[in-house]
């Protein structure tokens, strides 16, 4: 064959392996700026005395690999007893930091009677894995969701995202395994990467064709069936508040809003605890309420 014509072939593999490694490069940077993973698991409950098991959970997935999901079990107490009737909440903490560093914050989330599980997903703190990914996060709210109607199945059961982890909770609230979730709560939470993209450092890159990592709350958001309380503080550094107005105009009712004055990204638990134990009652009360038939999902 003339060396000419096989240039050609040869050529074209040399490019699509570039482009393909370039994509490959593309989507690990795009979930390291998203998920920003920490392998700290430096804190435990046992620093507030409090009960709690070490859950480990099997999860498999394509992307990351076969693993294991780090998760506690913090169980409410009434009399030193665990309340086997407690509401019952799902954890999922936001980017950058996993269970450890969110530990003040579940355990307010205990001090107001729930039984928490709260979870690392992969890539973060004792969970297997490095680089997390939307699917895998997904999937790892999927199967902790099940462990806690496992450990409390007479229980009203609720989902609780921060940050990044309120995306991740708005997925899994939309979805068929979750329509028994007694309610959801997104805190500090955001419409969609695409839109955030404009207030980061990484304003500059078209996303386009090498998007990846999506995110998009916004389209999910109306397809909820439970009732949803948003919060957000009014000094959020990262997350304009006008951006979570946007989630809670587009969610169904029944909904409730709490913008908390100068309460930043992270400190509404724990430096607003009233008006937050407050609105998380008043979401209590709407889950007490008999719901309507769901033809949204």
């Excluded at 370039?22 to 998203?34: H, K, M």
């Excluded at 309380?229 to 587009?250: C, M, N, Q, W």
Aim: charged share 20%.
């Amino acid at each position: 064959m003339p060396r000419r014509k096989l240039f050609i072939p040869v050529a074209l593999v040399s490019v699509a392996a570039a482009l393909l490694g370039a994509c490959t490069s593309l989507d690990d940077f795009q979930r390291q700026v998203i998920f920003r993973p920490s392998k700290d698991s430096s804190r435990t409950p046992a620093e507030y005395q409090a009960k709690f098991d070490d859950v480990w959970l099997n999860v498999a997935d394509a992307n990351v690999g076969n693993g294991k999901l780090h998760a506690w079990w913090i169980p409410a107490t009434q009399g030193g007893v665990n309340d086997a009737n407690a509401p019952a909440a799902l954890y999922l903490h936001g980017a950058g930091y996993g269970i450890s560093a969110n530990l003040p914050r579940i355990m307010k989330l205990r001090d107001a009677g729930f039984s928490v599980l709260a979870i690392d997903y992969r890539g973060f703190g004792r969970s297997d894995g490095e680089l997390p990914s939307e699917t895998s996060a997904y999937e790892d709210a999927q199967t902790a969701w099940a462990e806690l109607a496992r450990r409390a199945p007479n229980s009203k059961r609720f989902i609780y995202g921060h940050s990044l982890g309120g995306a991740i909770a708005m997925d899994l609230a939309q979805s068929p395994s979750a329509q028994n979730a007694a309610g959801l709560v997104v805190e500090s939470s955001f419409t969609s990467v695409r839109e955030m993209q404009q207030f980061t450092a990484y304003n500059w890159i078209p996303l386009g064709v090498v998007q990846t990592q999506y995110f998009d709350s916004l389209a999910k958001v109306p397809k909820l069936c439970m009732p949803t309380l948003f919060i957000h503080g009014s000094a959020d550094y990262r997350i304009p508040t006008e951006v979570a107005k946007k989630l809670f105009a587009a969610a169904p009712e029944p909904k409730r809003w709490l913008l908390v004055q100068g309460a930043r990204h992270v400190d509404i638990p724990t430096r607003y605890t009233s008006e937050w134990s407050a609105a998380l009652n008043d979401l209590k009360s709407l889950a007490a309420l008999p719901r309507a038939a769901c033809a949204r999902v």
